[in-house]
């Protein structure tokens, strides 16, 4: 039976036929007026900025703030044959539309393949009998604490509609952490615990082992995001300064770490953790070893990925507060490393981004469901490639 959601939850908009794309049935915007949510650090440059359709739902707002969130519901979501309801919780730098329902929104390459679907694990769910919801969120990159607090604010949602009283998660590469904090009860100082209302955790791609990608391939991975060499990708630098074209030049707003009055990818700093001790840095590039260890190199300084770690990795606090024992998780990686347009993770096995070894990472988890590897799928097909999807549901069933 349908009940109100809790009170602290304000419906501030409703989109439906006609004004939504993608597939999905609607989309509505929720705000939580708990004390503690924030507008977070958007880059200058707008990069950042909420685009497409979602500025339409965020009410034309393009940086809003963290305590506001949207809740997608795909077609069959109140038909739905399946008793569980299933929320998708998506990545850095990403949307549910792209990620769930149309990988090929953004254009080429942005699903992981050179020729991109226009439908994703949202439209293989639903056809499937399962009611399914998706959360978007207000930062793309931001603080996976709060975004813990809102993955529950969307199951609250959800549970009020449908009358249920537990939901399976399915978390993809950062949106591992905010549902695996979510059901950790770790949280923000004001932040409310778990409710006990999941029933299955399941995470594709998931840095469950943290990851170092940033640091271990810092100069390919600032050319992408550095505006001087061209760079326009919204995604946090290891450095503070580079050379580009022969300029020195201190770009702050881009630093993995606080500096300079920005903090624009707390995100990306809680998924930090070390893996030069397993299988080292990659040597060849430039700067490799004040890139990793910090310092100033020939092109670069910055301070190094302890100092990022030290700053707020949630890795170590993930482990330690452990999932609960009647979450029942499961655990899926990518084994391709064949990226487009990337420079590929190629220290260890790998989807091109996180270890496979990182993603079946089971620490503090002590019901494991499943774990497995899908050799052909890389990080950004974790959405939509058939035999993910098709294992994703084996686990839901």
């Not at 060499?229 to 050379?243: D, E, I, K, L, R």
């Not at 990818?265 to 260890?293: I, K, S």
């Not at 507060?321 to 096995?349: K, M």
Request: charge should be neutral.
């Amino acid at each position: 039976m349908a009940a109100a959601p809790p009170p602290y939850l304000t419906l501030e908009a409703s989109y439906g036929a006609g004004t939504v794309t993608n597939g999905w049935q609607s989309v509505e915007r929720y705000a939580d007026t708990t004390t503690g949510f924030r507008a977070e650090g958007f880059p200058p440059d707008g990069r950042g900025d909420q685009d497409g359709k979602r500025v339409t739902y965020f009410g034309g707002v393009s940086r809003p703030s963290s305590g506001t969130f949207l809740l997608y519901s795909a077609p069959g979501w109140n038909t739905g044959t399946r008793t569980t309801p299933v929320l998708l919780v998506h990545g850095a730098n990403d949307t549910a539309d792209r990620a769930w329902a149309n990988p090929g929104e953004s254009g080429g390459y942005g699903c992981g393949a050179a020729s991109c679907p226009s439908t994703g694990l949202m439209q293989d769910l639903s056809a499937r009998g399962h009611r399914v919801f998706a959360v978007g969120f207000a930062h793309k990159q931001g603080d996976n604490l709060m975004q813990a607090q809102i993955v529950g604010d969307a199951i609250a949602v959800i549970k009020a509609k449908l009358g249920v009283a537990k939901v399976d998660l399915v978390g993809w590469s950062k949106g591992q952490m905010s549902t695996r904090a979510y059901v950790s009860s770790v949280k923000p100082n004001w932040g409310r615990a778990y409710a006990g209302d999941v029933r299955r955790l399941i995470t594709l791609g998931g840095p469950n082992g943290g990851y170092d990608y940033p640091y271990a391939h810092g100069w390919a991975h600032d050319f992408s995001i550095w505006p001087a060499c061209g760079g326009q990708v919204n995604a946090p630098s290891p450095h503070s300064h580079m050379t580009c074209y022969g300029t020195y030049t201190a770009r702050p707003e881009f630093s993995m770490t606080p500096s300079g009055g920005y903090d624009n990818y707390p995100g990306q700093r809680q998924m930090l953790a070390r893996w030069d001790g397993v299988y080292g840095v990659d040597g060849a590039a430039q700067d490799w070893y004040t890139t990793y260890y910090g310092g100033q190199g020939f092109y670069t300084a910055g301070s190094g990925i302890q100092a990022a770690i030290d700053a707020g990795s949630l890795i170590a606090p993930l482990h330690s507060a452990g999932v609960p024992a009647s979450v029942t998780t499961y655990l899926l990686a990518g084994g391709s490393a064949d990226i487009l347009g990337i420079f590929n993770e190629n220290r260890g096995p790998s989807d091109g981004v996180v270890f496979i070894s990182s993603a079946l990472d089971t620490t503090g988890i002590p019901t494991v469901g499943g774990k497995a590897t899908v050799t052909g799928a890389n990080h950004l097909e974790l959405g939509w490639h058939g035999s993910v999807t098709a294992q994703i549901a084996t686990w839901l069933s």
